[in-house]
Nanobody, 125 residues
Framework: QVQLVESGGGLVQAGDSLRLSCAASGSISSINAMGWYRQAPGKQRELVARITSGSGTNYADSVKGRSTISRDNAKNTVYLQMNSLKPEDTAVYFC???????????????????WGQGTQVTVSS
């Protein structure tokens, strides 16, 4: 099976920076794209940033210019550097792996989406 383990969340003040990490483990053959989503209380989960295996990126308008997503394909790890954090960035941040191929025994399986457990980011004003 596959696991996504996030780290780097926490409580920070407005204007501070955070770096989130997400490592995918298991008998992984390939991952098409990895990304970060967030969900604030009472709101729907939304895309924050996404990066493909070819390093193509896209960002939510709300974080563009303040955040950078990067990826280490060899380690199946994705990072999200967030700067100039605002209270409205407060949410649970989820890592996602899209189009993941992995081995279960001798079988190569495909999952469209795999999610991490989430890590809390709280920005105080």
């Amino acid at each position: 099976q596959v696991q996504l383990v996030e780290s780097g969340g926490g409580l920070v003040q407005a204007g501070d920076s955070l770096r989130l990490s997400c490592a995918a483990s298991g008998s992984i053959s390939s991952i098409n794209a990895m990304g970060w989503y967030r969900q604030a209380p009472g709101k729907q989960r939304e895309l924050v940033a996404r990066i493909t295996s070819g390093s193509g990126t896209n960002y939510a308008d709300s974080v563009k210019g303040r955040s950078t997503i990067s990826r280490d394909n060899a380690k199946n790890t994705v990072y999200l550097q967030m700067n100039s954090l605002k209270p409205e960035d407060t949410a649970v941040y989820f890592c996602a792996a899209e189009g993941i191929k992995y081995y279960s025994g001798s079988y190569l399986r495909y999952e469209y989406n795999y999610w991490g457990q989430g890590t809390q980011v709280t920005v105080s004003s």
